[in-house]
């Protein structure tokens, strides 16, 4: 007997999660065992993000070191979403606005030189490389006027949307500010003004703890939309990711490399994406109290379909607590 | 030169779309010519959706026509996300509870006996006939007195996240309000605030028409998140989906069948979801002059990745005026 189905509230984010073990045991039509997108082996004459062909990318922004072999570039995206070069005719949608230009900045930041390695394979100093690389290049984005918000993710294998193997992560700088964004604010507005507290400063972690560092905390989240959804949450108050220092960077660094490993370990090197949840670029002295940065880490098991897309709600076939008590005693090589 | 890219709202959804023409050339080390997800054929013996197979399915709640041979079948869903047997112990989130039992409804509706018809396949007495099924069994979920949601939606193809490809719909019947349609029944209620009108009814159709029948329009909407996404929406006001006559389902029936008929034809049968946005079960009269239904349908063609999935924000490759302008002439068979 599954235990009976449960709906949750993210109240961090005002959304609800449906959390239903029986939904895991349906058939498929469609189930194949093989891996259908194996991640393409070595391409180091072909691809543009190996060492050695530097000159097939779009400019770079920095390199990090910056003299001798590179461990970590910033770079433009050849396809970007956003256009660096049009004006940005204002952005503002608050009136009845409903088009802008599509000013903005859209980044690559490719974690390693070499084709094969991924990003949970690098030694925890090198994950620091590339956490620092992120806060480089968001607080040179965050210097320019027009910008809002700024969205850093790292999609990693085809089902997660990835089109390059290589192993990296993506920077967009937005004129607007997206939904989830503030509705994230309104929610932990109101937390705040019931209980005089942040929401992240008080999460509660009970059976919901994974693991914990110096700084940080990896948690299931209360309401996870996805099996294994983890958070990476900093025990000190923080609005903005760009905040870390070169300490707590190393500390993070240690904590997203474990996390990783153990999802790589656990579920067999599943396809996941990784989104840093910011603030604002600019948050008033009164919210400042109550906004607070986290990561948070979506393995892609399954394909989303109409109830999703349609509600906002997802369908979680894993209690949050079982994730976390698998999770905590995985073995890492 | 591609046109250069420009952020859009969506002032029903409250959302924003990247529409980005560049990023349709963008390189892939994944893609791959073959479909990766061919429809199984025939299962007549094992699939239960078959005529048949009824033996192998849930418990049945309805079928069409009753007597003789069935053409649409209403069944329960045997392995369902919500509960019907569980207590509803309030789902009331509005203080600060953020759990609830999973009491609910989830339900399959067959939309043909056969294994190999598609729903565009059907004529459109048929497509009246499936919706007019989900008609009746809306209206007996809407009757239920801790219902606060229906959301009626259909996946097609394994991309689209359907596991059985016998085509077929769901329909699931949520003790809360989803956050969307939370959303959209504030973004409504801002527009008549401002307008006097129902944003629906006097929605801009301009260069995103598609089609046009006795009571509807198709139309490319002017933020869609998706390339190809196509609205179809009822001329005539109507808070519910399921106020829907047989007259107007004949007539709707027709245009969804042209509408998925053409996208098959451009897009080469692509996977994708339709979703019924529909409005709360309970409307009170004050939001009445201001809430419409209509039906949102996404040809899936690409993955998303994590920008998506942190900000709600999509990129899309195709404006819609270019998405209408090709459907507005594509032939039929
Ligand atoms: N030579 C070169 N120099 C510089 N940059 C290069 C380059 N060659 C390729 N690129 C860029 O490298 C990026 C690689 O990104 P990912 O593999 O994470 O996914 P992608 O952005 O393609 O799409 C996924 O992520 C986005 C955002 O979430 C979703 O919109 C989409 O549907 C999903 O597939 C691409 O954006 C591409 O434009
Ligand atoms: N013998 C039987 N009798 C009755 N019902 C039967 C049955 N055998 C199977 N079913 C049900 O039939 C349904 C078929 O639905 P779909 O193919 O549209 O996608 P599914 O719901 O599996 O998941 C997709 O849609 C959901 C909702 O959007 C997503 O959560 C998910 O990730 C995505 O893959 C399933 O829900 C299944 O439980």
């Given at each position: 007997?599954?235990p009976t189905p449960e709906i949750r509230k993210d109240t961090v984010n005002n959304s609800f999660v449906i959390l239903s073990p029986t939904r895991?045991?349906?058939?498929?039509?469609?189930?194949?065992?093989?891996?259908?997108?194996?991640?393409?082996?070595?391409?180091?004459?072909?691809?543009?993000?190996?060492?050695?062909?530097?000159?097939?990318?779009?400019?770079?922004?920095?390199?990090?070191?910056?003299?001798?072999?590179?461990?970590?570039?910033?770079?433009?995206?050849?396809?970007p979403a956003l256009s660096r070069d049009v004006n940005n005719e204002g952005g503002d949608f608050s009136g009845s606005g409903v088009v802008t230009?599509?000013?903005?900045?859209?980044?690559?930041?490719?974690?390693?030189?070499?084709?094969?390695?991924?990003?949970?394979?690098?030694?925890?100093?090198?994950?620091?490389?590339?956490?620092?690389?992120?806060?480089?290049?968001?607080?040179?984005?965050?210097?320019?006027?027009?910008?809002?918000?700024?969205?850093?993710?790292?999609?990693?294998?085809?089902?997660?949307?990835?089109?390059?193997?290589?192993?990296?992560?993506?920077?967009?700088?937005?004129?607007?500010?997206?939904?989830?964004?503030?509705?994230?604010?309104?929610?932990?507005?109101?937390?705040?003004?019931?209980?005089?507290?942040?929401?992240?400063?008080?999460?509660?972690?009970?059976?919901?703890?994974?693991?914990?560092?110096?700084h940080f905390i990896s948690i299931a989240p209360f309401a996870s939309t996805f099996a294994f959804e983890t958070w990476i949450v900093p025990c000190?108050?923080?609005?903005?990711?760009?905040?870390?220092?070169?300490?707590?960077?190393?500390?993070?660094?240690?904590?997203?490399?474990?996390?990783?490993?153990?999802?790589?370990?656990?579920?067999?090197?599943?396809?996941?994406?990784?989104?840093?949840?910011?603030?604002?670029?600019?948050?008033?002295?009164?919210?400042?109290?109550?906004?607070?940065?986290?990561?948070?880490?979506?393995?892609?098991?399954?394909?989303?379909?109409?109830?999703?897309?349609?509600?906002?709600?997802?369908?979680?076939?894993?209690?949050?607590?079982?994730?976390?008590?698998?999770?905590?005693?995985?073995?890492?090589?």
């Amino acid at each position: 007997m599954s235990p009976t189905p449960e709906i949750r509230k993210d109240t961090v984010n005002n959304s609800f999660v449906i959390l239903s073990p029986t939904r895991s045991k349906r058939p498929s039509d469609f189930k194949s065992k093989s891996n259908p997108n194996p991640n393409p082996s070595s391409q180091s004459t072909t691809c543009p993000f190996c060492a050695g062909n530097e000159h097939q990318c779009a400019p770079e922004i920095f390199r990090s070191p910056e003299h001798g072999r590179w461990k970590v570039r910033c770079i433009e995206n050849l396809y970007p979403a956003l256009s660096r070069d049009v004006n940005n005719e204002g952005g503002d949608f608050s009136g009845s606005g409903v088009v802008t230009s599509g000013f903005g900045f859209h980044d690559v930041i490719i974690e390693t030189p070499e084709h094969e390695v991924k990003l949970s394979s690098l030694d925890k100093e090198g994950v620091k490389d590339v956490l620092l690389a992120y806060k480089k290049r968001v607080a040179q984005l965050c210097a320019v006027d027009a910008i809002r918000y700024v969205q850093v993710f790292k999609n990693h294998g085809a089902s997660a949307g990835a089109s390059m193997s290589h192993s990296h992560s993506q920077i967009l700088a937005l004129p607007v500010l997206p939904t989830t964004a503030s509705t994230r604010l309104d929610s932990m507005k109101q937390y705040h003004n019931q209980t005089g507290k942040c929401i992240l400063c008080d999460i509660q972690t009970d059976q919901l703890l994974i693991d914990k560092s110096t700084h940080f905390i990896s948690i299931a989240p209360f309401a996870s939309t996805f099996a294994f959804e983890t958070w990476i949450v900093p025990c000190y108050h923080s609005s903005h990711f760009h905040e870390l220092d070169e300490d707590k960077a190393i500390d993070l660094g240690g904590l997203l490399k474990l996390t990783l490993q153990k999802l790589s370990v656990q579920l067999n090197d599943p396809p996941y994406n990784l989104m840093i949840h910011t603030s604002p670029v600019k948050v008033t002295p009164a919210e400042s109290p109550y906004t607070h940065w986290y990561i948070q880490i979506v393995p892609q098991l399954s394909t989303i379909g109409g109830f999703e897309m349609g509600t906002g709600c997802y369908i979680n076939p894993v209690f949050p607590e079982d994730a976390a008590k698998i999770l905590r005693v995985v073995e890492v090589p």
